[in-house]
Each structure stands twice: as C-alpha cells, then as structure tokens.
C-alpha cells in the first residue's frame, strides 16, 4: 500500500532517480518532472483526490520554467500541496524566499537517504 504520491522535478535523470528509489523504498509512488514546465502539467492536470500528488520535492536551476517560477504556480494553484525545495546552491536569501512562499524544507545537494526521508516524513506529518 502507497503512502501517497510523490512528484519529483530534477532535471538531472541521475538525480531523478535516486530521490525516486529512495522514497519509493519508503512505500512512495513517485511521478517525476524534467523541469518545471512538465511539473506544472503534472499538477494542473489533477482531478480527482486519487491522483493527488501528497508532495513535490523540486530543485530550482532547470530550464525552460526553473523551480522559483514553478513554486510560484503550487503556491498559488495548488497550496494543499507542501513543497521540499532540493538544490545545490546553498544560499540563504533564496532560503529565506522560498520559506516565505511556503517551501516547507530547503535541502542542499547532494542528499543522504535518511536526512531525505526525515525530511519528507516531518513535512507530511
């Protein structure tokens, strides 16, 4: 049985893919994004509360619609939805931002499983 559904937005497929194993070994269905384009699709084509995504976890450097744009949009569209932002740039006004939009967690790249685990497991608490 899933915990729920967990949307994953990375552009880097190596990236994708661990965060995905390691949540789905945690009993997660995964759908996954390359950009924040494909995440907002993923999102607005929601209709009903099976296919609800519980969580997204999104980076913020990709192309085509970065993260702050997408953020932006699951604030705004979907605030049900909280967000785990996952980067590797350390920067504490960016931090700062993103908590004040709602971002519930700011983790740096690269990740441990348990520290994403927690992370995951306090936010949907």
Known sequence: ????T?????????IREILGM???SAGFA??????GAQAIDVIAAQK???EKVRLIICDIRMPEVNGLEAVEFFH?????IPVIVVT???DNMLENNLMARGVKKFLI??????QLLQAVEEVLA
């Open 76 to 80: 705004d569209r979907a605030p049900e």
């Open 30 to 35: 995964i759908l996954e994004a390359e950009n």
């Open 88 to 90: 590797g740039f350390a």
């Open 48 to 50: 009903t509360d099976s």
């Open 6 to 14: 967990i949307l994953i937005v990375e552009d880097e497929e190596d």
């Open 109 to 114: 790249k690269p990740l441990e499983k348990l």
């Open 1 to 4: 049985m899933s915990k729920g």
């Open 22 to 24: 390691h949540l789905a």
